[in-house]
């Protein structure tokens, strides 16, 4: 018995003896049940309760949040951080290849994103391919292993492309390629996710088949695994999300129209530019949209992008998210947000949920994070002033009621950092002058 | 809301904030008053006046009084600042960032003085009325390519043609400094084999020496053209140097790295030039040095990841606020077309992590228009300069903050753009 509990996880063995930990005296924005001035109580890393008068039991952790803003950690629904790899883009459909067998923890981008806000990402296979591979959401758990990154009972995920992207290598071979590769156009794009999924749901015949048939007691031989057509299977059972990166109101509409003939839902719509054309269309569809703050003219399929996209889709009875797609955006999402409020006019609360409760329902992690509520896991960022102002800077995140970024220690431990590194470099260079043969030294090396 | 009245009616002529097409095209005369006036060369006035006549401002003061039968646009709740100058851009150069045939920014060749940004500016592109819609007024278009890439532009976001919009054609002379350059690629996928340190410097190395071979050769033009012996020849790439040897056109010397920001000191010591700094990220490495040459920055986007992947998360951030400190004068660019119209946003997060508020605004205005040597003409809300402004209903480093009228040259430009015609469209479907 001693044994095992000596050899239990480290970080169980912590949650379990950690003391219950209260933020005080800050302005709470739950983003769900409206802003008050008070306290957050955290036991177990979850939020155990939001109040006014909040006593603070026995033995707990304080912080002090006094002139401070305390919102949810920032969710964002499109990241490739934290991945060795983006993109499959040899075939069309790359529906075998995930991130998750390529995450890696040590990426810096992680700890950029916490001290910008943000808890969670959906990390996506790239743009190459009609159907691209498999996703995964994380919390950003900086220093914790690959499998620590994943965000426990979050649904899986799918990229789909539509547009340039995945027909760029049809029409010529750009990005070191040598060979053509189908599809060329945005009909070809249609083609290939529609032969993918009469495919699909020809596998998903031939297992019901076997089931139903080895239910009965009949000895039958397996099909053959298909680890592409699996996860498209997946799809059309509802248990894998399409997260579809578009562009222009034909393909976004061309998608929702071949996700109903398949009998499967999109949910969310990636970058989706001209989303505010057909937002009627997707809102009908209940596709969530999952877009860019105001970039615009990079591309000819973003040359009608406007900044007024979100404002536009949010009018129109659609659930939609601000995303970064880049490490840099990513690290001041709450800035993004905020130019919703100036183009298309939403409210505070509207624009703070475009960067956290509306990502959260997107991903179908709601339930856990996106909102500061009891129950919730307490991933909480705390700025030094309203989030939605451009002179406020991220202070302290916490997730599973941990502290994963706390700006005073990352100013105290520069100084030592930098100590570590001229040590480290000094060392490199003796080390350097001892293998090297003397004649074979450059000067001022 | 901004309201256009004449007196002694005072009754606004237009409600809405898209008002400024009723005055497109009409007259640069006008007397505003009742707003929060910053001048940036001083104090701010609370219930200001500004006269302006004939686009120049004819006055500025808390007690001025407006001529009769002149135009009055009221002001009140309103703040005035002088219009945003982008110290770099592409605006008018580039259109769609991925069609090469909508781009004008990289010749061929690396020896390129004699190209001249001004000509190449599209007075038609859509970004234009989408960046000053956020209060920019005036831009810097930058040509640029390894090498002497050409003259940049000092361009009004204004005018019928370019001849209209240009206030400089040669603003400065823009050289990208040499580096050693071993690839690298955010995509591993498509990333080309890195060449080998060694390869990468003997290239450097040989960069650097064409390029002081070549302003040694337009030295000795310099010194031909002046004897103007039978015989000589005229040269257009060393006709566009002559400005830059005789210290009158300064050179723009992109450099990010600490090592190429010292090789660009060095060149412009031995070349006996006037140097600008471009982007400059490691310039805090270097401020001494910045400051005792009086050598100004134009500062990359403050919203940059860090350079390498041990600096403080931060350092773009703090960086603006150091080289205050540091006494090193800047202005700030975006490098960009499509986000220029956020100028005002790097700003406000070097704000947030320590550069004073006011100095944000004077890298977007008055330091600005020192550095392209037009103080003279914008950069501030004074008497004898062009009525460039800018009237919000805020503080402009503030997102949620509304641009009600942009004025160049004292004429109200069209407030509308594609974004907002869009916007207007969609919203009215169906």
Known sequence: MKRALALAPLTALWLAAAPPLVIQNGTILTVTKGTLHGSVLIRDGKIVQVGENIKVPSGATVINAAGQFVMPGIIDCHSHIAAESINEGSVSVSSMVGIQDVLNPEDIAIYRALAGGVTTA????????AIGGKCSVIKMRWGKSADELLFAGSKPGIKFALGENPKRRGGGTAFGATTLRYPATRMGVEDVIREAFTEARAYQASWKLYDARKAKGELVIPPARDLKLEPLVEVLEGQRLVHAHCYRQDEILMLLRVADEFGFKIRTLQHVLEGYKVAKEIAAHGAGASTFSDWWAYKVEAYDAIPYNAAIMTRKGVLVSINSDSDELMRHLNN?????????????????????INPAKQLMINSQVGSIEAGKDADITIFDGHPLSNFSKVIMVLIDGQIYFDREKDLSQRPVRENRRKELISKAAEEQKRSAPASSRRPGL | MIRFCRLPSLIAIAGSLWAGSLWAGSNDTF?????????????????????????????VGATLSAPKDIRIVEGRGLHVYPGLIDSATEIGLSEIGAVRETSDITEIGKLNPQLRASVAVNPSSEHIPVTRANGITAVISLPDGEGLAGQASL????????????????AAMHLRMPVIQTAHSRFPEVASSPVPFAEARKTYEKQLQELNEFFESARRYQKARAAANPGFRPDLKFEAMLPVLEGKVPLLITAVRERAIRDALEFADKQKIKMILAEGNEAWKVAPELKARNIPVILGETLALPLDEDDPYDKPFTTPGELYKAGVVFAFGTYNVSASRNLPYQAATAVAFGLPHDEAIRAMTVNAARIWGVADKMGSIEEGKWADLMITDGDPLQTQTQVKQVFIKGKAVDMENKHHRLYEKYLARP
């Open chain 2, 155 to 170: 361009m009004h976001l204004d005018g019928w043609t370019t001849e209209e919009m240009e206030v400089s054609r040669t």
């Open chain 1, 122 to 129: 959906n990390v996506l296979h790239g743009s190459a391919n």
């Open chain 2, 31 to 59: 007397f505003l008053r009742g707003a929060t006036v910053h001048p940036v060369s001083g104090p701010e006035i609370p219930n200001g006046s500004i006269l302006v006549r004939d686009g120049k401002i004819i006055g």
């Open chain 1, 336 to 356: 993004e947000a905020a130019k919703t409020m100036k183009y298309g006019g939403l409210t505070e609360t509207e624009a703070l949920s475009l960067i956290t």
